[in-house]
């Protein structure tokens, strides 16, 4: 949701298709949020007036660094190899067989 001091027109796509020319001029004095069934979508806004943030997206755990793929690392065939290389071989034994 964007959060700014004054609280932005919204507008609902079908609205935003039908009156484009519009809502491009209205953009020019402040910013714009298009909803799709209630939800933000998107900002429309003039880029030469308005300095925009990118909110980055929250950063997911990767499997290979859960502690799981370190406890066998007394395996023969798992020495010298790093927790990625061993998740690897086994991702492609779980779907390709050896």
Do not use: I, M, R
């Given at each position: 949701m964007l959060q700014t001091a004054i609280?932005?027109?919204r507008i609902a796509v079908r609205d935003f298709q039908h009156n484009f020319v519009k809502h491009s001029q209205f953009?020019?004095?402040e910013p714009i949020?298009?909803?799709k069934f209630g939800e933000?979508?998107?900002i429309f806004a003039d880029f030469n007036t308005y300095d925009l943030k990118i909110k980055?997206?929250?950063q997911k755990y990767?499997?290979?660094n859960l502690k799981f793929f370190g406890m066998h690392k007394d395996r023969e065939d798992w020495k010298g190899k790093s927790a990625t290389q061993i998740t690897e071989e086994l991702r492609?034994?779980?779907w390709y067989g050896k």
């Open positions: 609280e932005p027109k953009a020019k004095q949020v298009v909803t933000d979508q998107f980055k997206p929250q990767l499997t290979s492609k034994a779980a």
